[in-house]
Each structure stands twice: as C-alpha cells, then as structure tokens.
C-alpha cells in the first residue's frame, strides 16, 4: 500500500489543519489506517486510528480535538485537528495496517505557533 500524504503547514495556536492520506489501495479493505507523529527528539507516537469493525482510537492528549475519518470518495483517511497547541507540532505520518504489514506515508510537518 503506498501512503500519499498532505495538509501539513504553519498555524497558530487556536487554529485547525486537516491532514489527508491518499491510499494506493481500496481502504475498504484496510483493517487499521491512521496518524502517527514525530517532534524533535521524542518517539514516534500514536495519534489517532480508525479500525473497520471497532471505534476509532485517539492519544489522550488529543482526545476532543482531532478527528479521524474515512473518505471513500477520495481513498483517503484524514485528521481534522482543531485546538492545535505548540505542543502539537511533529512532523505526522500516516499509517496502515494490512493483516501484519504496516506501511507508513512520508510525513507532513505541522507546525503550530504560540
């Protein structure tokens, strides 16, 4: 599965970004798909997720501010972020899962201004 992601950009802090990932394959059939991020000098960390047949799953410290979603129109899983903070600043990746493979997009830099 190839990852095609975009919507990163600068915003100030209060503002909202949608992240979109583009997928190669039919996402119908993807089990997992998601967002991870990566700030500076921390691990990469799970950010939010959609699961066919379970409840999307949301790091704690963005519960209540970004969304997960699945666009079939356009193939797509995307992350409507809203509140963002400083804190929020990472460069996000978009995830898949397919049966064990994991496959990742390229990364998007969001970075938020105080």
């Known amino acids: 599965v190839q990852l095609q992601a975009s919507g990163g950009g600068l915003v100030q802090a209060g503002g909202s970004l949608r992240l979109s990932c583009a997928a190669s394959?039919?996402?119908?059939?993807?089990?997992?798909m998601g967002w991870y991020r990566q700030a500076p000098g921390k691990q990469r960390e799970l950010v939010a997720a959609d699961h066919v047949e379970n409840a999307p799953t949301y790091a704690d410290s963005v519960k209540g501010r970004f969304t997960i979603s699945r666009d079939y129109a356009k193939n797509s899983v995307d992350l409507q972020m809203k509140y963002l903070q400083p804190e929020d600043t990472a460069v996000y990746y978009c995830?898949?899962?397919?049966?064990?493979?994991?496959?990742w997009g390229q990364g998007t830099q969001v970075t938020v201004s105080s």
């Open positions: 995830h898949s899962r397919v049966r064990v493979v994991d496959f």
């Open positions: 394959e039919n996402i119908e059939r993807i089990a997992v």
